[in-house]
C-alpha cells in the first residue's frame, strides 16, 4: 500500500503525518508553525518535520492544507491572513526543491472535503458536496474523486450564496449570505440581539431553544430554512450523489439538522429530495486530506 | 476523422445527422416525429432514418436528445410531457438491437449545454456552465468535456432556484425561482399583470423599456437582477471557466445582457467578477449536442 506526508499548515501550529492511502495515520509530527515570523522561519521548520518522517523520500507524494485560498494551478498560496508573508508563496515548488518529492496544495476546507470523499461519509459517492457548519460557511465538491475547485478556487464558496437578498450585508458578504444568517458566529449575533451579553456563542441560543424559549425557537427555525435554502442551490446546481456537513453545528445536530432537512424536501423536485444528508466522519480531516490530494492526482 | 450519428427527438418532428466530431453536419434526414402516436410509430421510423444515413455501420455511435428527464446511467427516458407510451422506456437500448450501434441518450437541455461547450462558445474551457435563458430556464454542467448531470439528472435545474423566497410560487416551482421571475413567460405575466392583455410576449415588455416606460424599466431591471443572482449561486457553488448562455431571450439581448452582468459583478467575491459570460454560438445546439454524446463518451 502507497504511503504519502499530510501536512496541516495553520497559524499557530503545523502537523505532518505519514498517511496510507486508505486515510490511516502512521505517524505525526507536530510543532509551533511560527506563522507570524515568515516563510523563512515556516519553511524550514516544516522541511525538518518532513525528513523526520520515516523513510520519507519513498512516500508517493506530500500534500499540504493551508489556511486561505490557494492557485491550485500553479500551486501558489494566493494570500493568508493567518500566516504572514505567504502572499502569492509558491510553497509547493520550494518544498519540491527541498525534500525531492512531488507537492500538493489546496486550501484547508477543500482538503478537508477532499477526505470525506474519499475514505470519510462520501467514499464511493461519484459527486460530493462537502459544507462545514461552524464559525463560518464553506465547502468543497469533489467529483470521481478529485476535487473541482474551479476557475480560480471558489467552487464551494457556499458562506456567499444569498439566501435572502432581503437582509442587511456583513464582513463584505452579499445581503443576506448564507454565513451572514446560518452560521454559528451570525447564530450569536442574533442572539445576542435578541438576548442581549447573556449570549456568548450559538450554543446559548441552542439552550434556550431547547427551554423552549419562543424567540429562540423562532431563530432556530429561520435558520433551519436559511440552511435548506443554500443546500437547494447546491442540488439544482449540481445534483450531488450526497451531501457531506461537518463543522461546529454538528455538536447541535439533533437540535437543526432533522429539521433543516424537512425544509430542504420542501424546496426542490421529488427526485432530488433523498439526496442523502451525511455527517462527517473523520476525526482528522484536515491532515487526512492534505495526504489525499497526492492520491487524487494518481500519485 | 469520426463520424457519429445525432438526434434530435421531439415532440412535433425528429431529426437525424450524421455529423462530424467537429460538430459540422454532413447530413440531414427530417420527419415528423408522430410523437402522440406512441413507441411503436416513433421507433419504427427513427430507425428507418438512422439507416438512411450514409454508411451508418461505420459510424461511431448514435447519440439523442429527448425532451424531458432522462435515467443516463440505465439509459432510459424517465418521462416525456411531448411524446405518449415513453415513460421509463429503454430508447437506448432499443436503438443498440435495431442499429448494432452504441447508443447514449440525455435530454436536450444538456446536449445543448455538451454542444456548445465541446464545439460551441464554451470550448477549450475545463468547466462550462450552460443556460438556457428562453419560455423557461434549464441548464446544463459540463466538466472536462463530460456532461454532469448529477445523482439523477438533476443539476442544472437552475429554474427551479430560489431568487426571492418571499415572492409567490408558481407552476409547483419553489416561491420566488427564477423561472417564475424572470424567463419569458414569467416577463409576459408580469407585463400583462401591469399594462394588461396588450402585453403577448415578453417582447412586448421589452419594446415599452426602450419607449423608456417607468414600469417596464422597473420590470426589466428586477429581472436584471434576479438573473444575476441566479447566476451568482452557480458562481459560488462551482465557479465555471466560462457561462454560456443560449435561449430566446437573447434576441432581445442589448437590453438585458450587459445590465445583469453588471448586477452579477456586484453578487460574487473580486476573482468571480470575472467569469466570461458568453452567448450560444451554434445554430443547431440540439442536433449537434446529441451527436457530442457519444464522443463524450470517448467513442
Known amino acids: 500500500m502507497k504511503n504519502v506526508i499530510g501536512i496541516d499548515l495553520g497559524g499557530t501550529n503545523v502537523r505532518v503525518a505519514k498517511i496510507n492511502e486508505n ?15 515568515g516563510p523563512e522561519v515556516v519553511v524550514p521548520n516544516l522541511v525538518n518535520l518532513i525528513k523526520q518522517i520515516d523513510d520519507y523520500k519513498n512516500c ?7 489556511p486561505g485560498p490557494v492557485d491550485t494551478v500553479n500551486k501558489i498560496m494566493t494570500l493568508s491572513s493567518n500566516l504572514t508573508g505567504f502572499t502569492n508563496y ?6 519540491e526543491e527541498a525534500t525531492g518529492l512531488d507537492v500538493y496544495i489546496d486550501n484547508d476546507a477543500n482538503v478537508a472535503g477532499l477526505a470525506e470523499a474519499l475514505v470519510g461519509a462520501g467514499k464511493g459517492d461519484p459527486i460530493v458536496y462537502y459544507t462545514t457548519v461552524s464559525t463560518g460557511i464553506g465547502g468543497a465538491m469533489v467529483i470521481n474523486g478529485k ?6 478556487g471558489y467552487a464551494g464558496e457556499v458562506g456567499n450564496l444569498i439566501v435572502d437578498h432581503t437582509r442587511e450585508s456583513f464582513n463584505n458578504l452579499n445581503k443576506g449570505a448564507t454565513e451572514s444568517e446560518a452560521s454559528g458566529r451570525a447564530i450569536t449575533r442574533k442572539g ?6 447573556c449570549i456568548e456563542s450559538a450554543g446559548d441560543v441552542f439552550k434556550l431553544y431547547t427551554e423552549n424559549d419562543p424567540q429562540a425557537i423562532e431563530l432556530v427555525d429561520q435558520v433551519c430554512m436559511d440552511l435548506a435554502i443554500m443546500f437547494s442551490h447546491v442540488a439544482h446546481i449540481v445534483d450531488p450523489n450526497c451531501f457531506v456537513i461537518g463543522g461546529g453545528m454538528l455538536k447541535s445536530k439533533e437540535i437543526w439538522f432533522d429539521k433543516m432537512i424537512a425544509n430542504y424536501k420542501t424546496l426542490v423536485h421529488p427526485g432530488m429530495a433523498d439526496i442523502p444528508f451525511r455527517t462527517a466522519l473523520l476525526d482528522e480531516p484536515g491532515i487526512v486530506g492534505a495526504a489525499m490530494l497526492p492520491i487524487s492526482f494518481g500519485k
Open 192 to 197: 445576542q440581539q435578541i438576548f442581549g451579553d
Open 90 to 95: 509558491p510553497m509547493a515548488k520550494i518544498l
Open 23 to 37: 486515510g490511516e495515520i502512521l505517524q505525526e509530527l507536530k510543532s509551533p508553525s511560527y506563522g507570524l515570523e
Open 147 to 152: 476535487l473541482m475547485s474551479g476557475r480560480a
Open 60 to 66: 508517493a507524494g506530500i500534500g499540504i492544507g493551508v
